[in-house]
């Protein structure tokens, strides 16, 4: 990051940092992977807070001030930053940054770590060499990226792969990636590029697979659409709870497109059949859970029905009432 962060320098440099939180001038915390700890740094006021929040903003051509009291930017190095002012913060200024840090990290590597037991491994290079489209879910911070980019390199070296993302954070070893990222209005308000924008140039672009790093809005139905029209292999992440709370999730952004319910789970039961969840264990360990397969209930509506699920105590991976759908699914033709 080219502009000044201030105190928060040391710990934006720190390679195991991945989120650094600034709840008023005496409060600091960061996050290692580990959760939060709070840390011994500390602004001398709240209006220095204020004066960096400011000129981060600033740097990413956004503006922060009394009539726009809050900002969600990208800075420059991979770094996503919120800021939120009084009187919309009540305790002072509060800042967020997450910064991306490059993994590197491929699925052997995340097998020997823990992240991903052999029995889910098996099951991902299965849904990647078949060209399946799934869905990668979990909470903030638990590796979705990460094993995203660690499931594209294992992706055919012929595919064509066209990555769309709010900001650049996806890490792909492969020989064939092209990568377009989203543009926020600048500070008149014009010239926003957004991902539903760009899927839809992606599909122009002659890809094997359209990925997108992050499905927050109505960009999911132009990439269900895809998936129903010939566009296979693709793959995308989602913030969900829990494996079972995926088709509610797809629904609801898909209904901010406007699409009724009955359409978005018609459209979601052809394109998406599987969905991976990943949460964070014992320790803090970011890992695969549950794989599940994406279903007609019977009726219109999708239900995730769980094939495969990490079990403590003795750690194991256990097979649940899905697991015929996923066999046959990847049943070779």
Not at 133 to 147: D, E, N, P, R
Not at 283 to 291: D, K, N, S, Y
């Amino acid at each position: 990051m080219t502009v000044s962060a201030g105190p928060l320098a040391g710990l934006l440099r720190d390679p195991a940092v991945t989120d650094v939180l600034v709840n008023g001038p005496r409060e600091v915390w960061a996050d290692r992977g580990q959760g939060l700890v709070r840390e011994r740094v500390s602004f001398t006021s709240d209006d220095e807070v204020r004066r960096m929040a400011v000129r981060l903003a600033s740097a990413a051509g956004r503006r922060l001030d009394a009539g726009s009291p809050f900002v969600d930017a990208r800075l420059d190095g991979g770094v996503r930053l919120h800021a939120a002012l009084p009187p919309v913060a009540l305790s002072g200024v509060h800042l967020s940054l997450r910064i991306h840090r490059p993994s590197g990290l491929d699925l052997p590597r995340l097998v020997d770590s823990g992240s991903v037991h052999p029995a889910f491994d098996e099951v991902l290079e299965a849904l990647i060499a078949a060209r399946h489209a799934f869905v990668i879910s979990g909470g903030a911070g638990t590796g979705k990226t990460t094993l995203l980019g660690a499931l594209l390199a294992r992706a055919n070296p012929v595919e064509r792969i066209l990555i769309v993302e709010d900001t650049a954070e996806l890490t792909v070893e492969h020989p064939h990636v092209v990568r377009l990222q989203a543009r926020p209005p600048n500070v008149e308000g014009a010239g926003e590029i957004t991902l539903r924008d760009l899927v839809r140039q992606a599909l122009r672009m002659r890809p094997d697979r359209v990925i997108v790093g992050e499905v927050r809005g109505p960009e999911l139905l132009d990439m269900l659409v895809a998936g129903n029209t010939g566009h296979d292999g693709g793959l995308t992440t989602l913030h969900a709870n829990g494996v079972a709370d995926v088709p509610a999730r797809v629904e609801a952004l898909a209904m901010l497109a406007g699409l009724p319910r009955h359409a978005a789970h018609s459209l979601l039961a052809s394109a998406l059949r599987v969905a991976v969840h990943l949460e964070r264990g014992r320790g803090g360990l970011r890992r695969v859970a549950e794989i599940a397969v994406l279903e007609r209930d019977g009726g219109d509506l999708v239900r995730a029905i769980t094939a495969l699920r990490w079990r403590d105590d003795p750690p194991r991976v256990v097979p649940g009432p899905g697991a015929p759908l996923l066999r046959a699914l990847l049943a070779p033709p």
